[in-house]
């Protein structure tokens, strides 16, 4: 019953078979650093989502790593598909250093225990959804160079990242750091007196 599967700096080419998505006790898959290509393969997220009565994606006594998608630094395209908002037990889905498009989706707000999301850079457009301020335990979080626009969220884990995490995505506001800004230089100056 393999729990457990790291591909990582092995010089891996072509698509994602579809049979890593058989495993249905895997929670921790890392293939970053290879030179994987095309659209992650749906199989990924559609099996990792039956998680009724099956002891997925949680943290094991025997590992001691957290649930994780690692697919950074390889060459993959195309959408993060809806279906990853399914894996709610999930904890670190880290995309980073590929060439996926499309915009981040609403659904994401649905992996309730995730704890670091990256997503820099790609060549991921629209907006930062709102929804993702529920992600309560986010930590981490990184958007930096791809094509994003509007305003960031300004409210729940999103007061807490850096600048860093938004750089490189020049029609991206950041609402938030003009008002925290603003609240630390009024808690630093006293109102004057009259």
């Known amino acids: ?6 591909l990582s700096w092995n010089s891996l080419e072509g698509s994602i078979p579809s049979w890593m998505g058989k495993f249905e006790y895997l929670f921790y898959l890392d293939l970053s650093n290879n030179s994987f290509s095309g659209e992650i393969t749906k199989c990924i997220s559609l099996v990792k989502s039956k998680e009724q009565g099956k002891p997925r994606l949680a943290y094991n006594d025997v590992w001691s790593f ?6 950074s630094d390889n060459k993959f ?3 993060i598909w809806p279906s990853f908002g399914k894996l709610k037990n999930l904890h670190v889905l ?27 850079p790609n ?3 629209g907006d930062i959804p709102h929804s993702l301020v529920h992600l309560s335990f986010l930590s981490v979080f990184s ?3 791809n094509r994003l626009y509007g305003k960031t969220p ?14 490189g995505n020049e029609a991206l506001v950041l609402d938030y750091w003009h ?14 007196k009259e």
């Open 77 to 79: 395209t195309g959408p």
């Open 66 to 71: 957290p649930p994780t998608i690692g697919l």
């Open 123 to 125: 060549n991921i457009s």
């Open 179 to 192: 008002h925290a800004k603003q609240n630390r230089f009024l808690h630093l100056c006293p109102p004057e």
């Open 94 to 120: 880290c995309l980073e250093e590929n060439n996926l498009s499309r915009s981040i989706l609403d659904s994401i707000s649905g992996m309730t225990s995730l704890e670091v999301l990256d997503l820099s």
């Open 143 to 145: 958007v930096s160079y």
């Open 154 to 167: 300004s409210e729940g884990q999103f007061m807490t990242f850096p600048e860093a995490s938004f750089e």
């Open 1 to 6: 019953m393999l729990q457990l599967l790291d």
